[in-house]
């Protein structure tokens, strides 16, 4: 069964740490992304990768950052938190050819900022 | 306008009924476009892809109609278990898939 695993399931920080968020996928899939979910805001794109060491931002990257030196992970990173970032994280993944893919997403994690 | 839209809900209907969601899109470039089903605080699924001008799944169609720009879910003889919210999502260019706020459904014995 195909499998995109987040390390967190739950995550509390204080404002100013620096923060890390990993997703780890086992479908050799090129395309990896990060949203977040936030009640009435539905989810938005942070970041988006197609390839290793590649990276797209999204409508939303200010205050993140990506990184994916291998194929199969791609960690976001929050330099330093703060508490307008409290949110539910996605991570998903798609294949080669991602219009005619779905997407493939992880159980999330939820960041509490304080 | 926002790049796609939904009616938030809720949707509240009784078992067996059919109901019908609508989701408008303002890229007139996208050509894929999905439903995800997200029960509460699990991850999105996929429920559906629409690349022409609609699909069927068993109870649920998807129908697209690019002239109006939206796409509609209908659900037949509802389930106590399609209670959920029911995300859309059209491609923006051809990397991105952009997600609507989502139509929450209940459906009540």
């Known amino acids: 069964d195909v499998k995109v695993t987040q390390s967190s399931r739950y995550l509390v920080k204080r404002t100013g740490e620096k923060v890390f968020l990993e997703c780890v996928q086992d479908?050799?899939?090129?395309?990896m992304f990060w949203y977040r979910q936030d009640p009435g805001l539905g989810l938005r794109l942070i970041y988006f990768?197609?390839?290793?060491?590649?990276?797209e931002k999204g409508d939303i990257p200010e205050g993140y950052s990506v990184s994916r030196e291998k194929k199969e992970r791609f960690s976001l990173i929050l330099e330093s938190a703060s508490t307008n970032q409290t949110s539910m994280y996605l991570c998903?993944?798609?294949?080669?050819?991602?219009?005619?893919?779905?997407?493939?997403f992880g159980s999330g994690t939820q960041l509490s900022v304080l | 306008r926002k790049e796609v839209e939904q009616d938030p809900g809720p949707f509240n209907v009784p078992e067996g009924a059919t109901v019908a969601f609508n989701c408008t899109y303002s890229?007139?470039?996208?050509?894929?476009f999905f439903w995800y089903r997200q029960d509460c605080r699990k991850e999105p699924k996929l429920l559906m892809s629409?690349?022409?001008s609609g699909n069927e799944d068993g109870r649920f169609t998807a129908q697209l109609n690019r002239a109006s720009q939206y796409i509609s879910l209908l659900i037949r003889d509802s389930k106590l278990s399609d209670s959920a919210t029911y995300l859309c999502?059209?491609?923006?260019?051809?990397?991105?898939?952009?997600f609507g706020t989502g139509t929450r459904l209940q459906v009540f014995p």
């Open positions: 629409v690349y022409s």
């Open positions: 890229n007139s470039a996208s050509q894929s």
């Open positions: 998903a993944s798609s294949g080669l050819f991602a219009t005619n893919e779905k997407l493939f």
């Open positions: 999502a059209p491609y923006r260019n051809t990397d991105k898939l952009i």
């Open positions: 479908m050799d899939h090129e395309n």
């Open positions: 990768s197609y390839d290793v060491k590649m990276k």
